[in-house]
């Protein structure tokens, strides 16, 4: 599969703003690794600058665990510290400033964050993409995906799939590109659904199964790095299910690679991001 021409980066006379400002909201005490994987894989999969969200008790403590080339933004946080309901004034007037937000991973299920990430969803006029915790906080609240028509990519594992749908898990697989496809259809939004040849769908009916990947990529962080990618690629102007269908491949590709040096026992998600640029 060749990469679009958006990404191939052939004029010489650019600058990194032409290339999206990402922002990610990720992370919480007990997680603070999932925003520092999804912050990684964005800017290695070509944003030109990503920030990430943390709960500004946390700032020093992610500012030492994440690359330097990641800025971070400080913003208000529950007793648990997570992401406080309060974080949305400090966010909701520079929505101008970023490209593309990746919400969910590892953010907790604290209640006041949950009403953070449905507030994000309900009224950002930016594309997101939308994992994890956010998926979570989606469940009986689905309908706020079709309040704004701005573009939202959901990337759930079968489990979330099932929370979602509150269909089994068992059902789901055995009817992936049906139920990825009529949920598309429905909330009106690109879904990802994680595992053995990914499905993306998008709301029309175009859908793609993916053909990359390996078991050892059932790992702590895969997803992060994923949504890292997706997002990336949004930001660098590709279309919602043109961004997952690309971030798919090449998350599989890199992480069939990774496989190959590291063994698929031994792989973990940071892997796949060091694989990135020989798949790119």
Avoid at 162 to 175: A, F, G, V
Avoid at 179 to 200: D, E, N, P, W
């Amino acid at each position: 599969m060749r990469l679009p021409t958006l990404l191939l980066r052939r004029k010489p006379n650019v600058y990194k703003n032409q290339f999206g400002h990402v922002l990610i909201l990720a992370g919480s005490k007990k997680m603070l690794g999932a925003g520092a994987l999804t912050s990684l894989a964005t800017i290695r999969s070509g944003a030109g600058l990503v920030t990430l969200g943390i709960p500004e008790g946390l700032n020093s403590a992610a500012q030492k665990k994440i690359a330097n080339v990641i800025m971070t933004l400080p913003l208000k946080e529950t007793r648990d510290q997570t992401l406080a309901l309060s974080a949305f004034d400090q966010i909701k007037d520079f929505y101008s400033g970023y490209s593309a937000i990746a919400i969910g991973p590892g953010l907790s299920e604290n209640p006041n964050t949950q009403r953070f990430i449905l507030k994000i969803i309900e009224t950002s006029p930016l594309p997101l993409v939308i994992d994890a915790d956010a998926l979570n906080a989606l469940c009986h609240n689905l309908n706020i995906l079709t309040i704004t028509s701005t573009p939202k990519i959901l990337t759930p594992h079968p489990g979330e799939m099932s929370r979602l749908t509150e269909e089994k898990k068992e059902t789901i697989e055995k009817n992936r590109e049906d139920v990825a496809s009529a949920f598309a259809k429905k909330y009106k939004c690109t879904l990802l659904l994680k595992g053995a040849k990914t499905i993306v769908a998008s709301p029309g009916k175009k859908t793609y199964t993916n053909a990359t990947g390996n078991a050892g990529m059932a790992t702590a962080g895969s997803g992060d790095v994923l949504t890292g990618m997706i997002t990336a690629f949004v930001a660098q102007g590709l279309s919602a299910f043109e961004a997952a269908k690309y971030g798919a491949h090449l998350h599989g590709k890199a992480g069939d690679l990774a496989a190959k040096n590291k063994t698929r026992l031994s792989m973990i998600a940071s892997d796949i991001i060091e694989y990135i640029p020989k798949v790119v």
